[in-house]
């Protein structure tokens, strides 16, 4: 896997998401495998599992749907959204391009490293772009 950007804040910045309300992890993925891409069951798997996988709390089941593209046909694909208790992830595929775009969001440090791990595994990413915000750097404590 191939990443692109160097993350804005990573295993080191615990100290700064404790201090803040939470980290948002985003990810895009280019070159995925289009059949899983495709596959409900697959996304649905992908976001029962994952709040596990960063230690988050799932608190309802995963809520998947596929998109036909509507007027552009090409951009068809499977998206997705699953509530934790720190706050929510969400999937979007797109099978004819071979990409997808993630957000974990959470009010608690999570590693975005094994995130992003679980993510390529699950979809066969070969290269990922990733951004990571610290939320609520004033959030009243």
């Not at 992890?25 to 059949?35: E, Q, R, V």
């Not at 979007?92 to 999570?110: I, M, Q, R």
């Given at each position: 896997m191939n990443q692109k950007n160097v993350p804005l804040v990573g295993k080191t910045s615990k100290l700064a998401?404790?201090?803040a309300y939470?980290?948002?992890?985003?990810?895009?993925?280019y070159g995925c495998d289009s059949t899983r891409l495709g596959d409900v069951a697959t996304v649905f798997r992908v976001l029962d599992k994952l709040p596990s996988v960063i230690g988050m709390k799932k608190i309802t089941t995963?809520?998947?749907?596929?998109?036909d593209?509507?007027?552009?046909?090409?951009d068809w694909g499977v998206s997705g959204f699953v509530m934790i208790a720190e706050s929510h992830i969400s999937i979007h595929t797109y099978p004819e391009k071979g990409y997808l775009t993630a957000d974990v969001y959470s009010c608690n440090h999570f590693d975005s490293d094994k995130?992003?791990?679980?993510?390529?595994?699950?979809?066969?990413?070969?290269?990922?772009?990733?951004?990571?915000?610290?939320?609520?750097r004033k959030f009243p404590k």
């Amino acid at each position: 896997m191939n990443q692109k950007n160097v993350p804005l804040v990573g295993k080191t910045s615990k100290l700064a998401v404790q201090s803040a309300y939470g980290l948002h992890l985003t990810l895009d993925g280019y070159g995925c495998d289009s059949t899983r891409l495709g596959d409900v069951a697959t996304v649905f798997r992908v976001l029962d599992k994952l709040p596990s996988v960063i230690g988050m709390k799932k608190i309802t089941t995963p809520y998947v749907i596929p998109y036909d593209g509507d007027k552009k046909p090409e951009d068809w694909g499977v998206s997705g959204f699953v509530m934790i208790a720190e706050s929510h992830i969400s999937i979007h595929t797109y099978p004819e391009k071979g990409y997808l775009t993630a957000d974990v969001y959470s009010c608690n440090h999570f590693d975005s490293d094994k995130a992003i791990a679980f993510l390529s595994s699950a979809f066969g990413i070969k290269e990922v772009e990733r951004n990571e915000v610290i939320r609520g750097r004033k959030f009243p404590k």
